[in-house]
């Protein structure tokens, strides 16, 4: 299983981006899938997780209201919409795949260990 995230960028404060994560192989629909993000010196936070089939989204208090995770199951891909982007969400975003549960469970769906695949990462700068 594969995964690459892209859609990161440098973007003023206030502002919106779209970040994508491409899924190949393994078997896409089995899967809850996961944003992260991490800064230099700090542990990989978790920002926001999605269901098997999109009807279950969950998002870490910090960024609720202003991101929303989604999925498209036909073309393998997760999306993080973000919004009203402060310079505290500047980090590098990682999607991240849960084989072994298809849906969300509480205690373990924020717990970066639960996920076993894990792409590449893409930079979110937020400009001030």
């Known amino acids: 299983v594969q995964l690459q995230a892209y859609g990161g960028g440098l973007v003023q404060a206030g502002g919106s981006l779209r970040l994508s994560c491409a899924v190949s192989g393994g078997t896409f629909t089995t899967y809850s899938m996961g944003w992260f993000r991490q800064t230099p010196g700090k542990e990989r936070e978790f920002v926001a997780a999605i269901n098997w089939n999109g009807a279950t989204p969950y998002s870490a208090d910090s960024v609720k209201g202003r991101f929303t995770i989604s999925r498209d199951n036909a073309k393998k891909m997760v999306f993080l919409q973000m919004h009203s982007l402060t310079s505290e969400d500047t980090a590098v975003y990682y999607c991240?795949?849960?084989?072994?549960?298809?849906?969300?469970?509480?205690?373990?769906?924020?717990?970066?260990?639960?996920?076993?695949?894990w792409g590449q990462g893409t930079q979110v700068t937020v400009s001030s």
């Open positions: 991240a795949a849960d084989s072994a549960r298809a849906n969300l469970h509480k205690g373990v769906v924020e717990n970066r260990g639960a996920y076993n695949y």
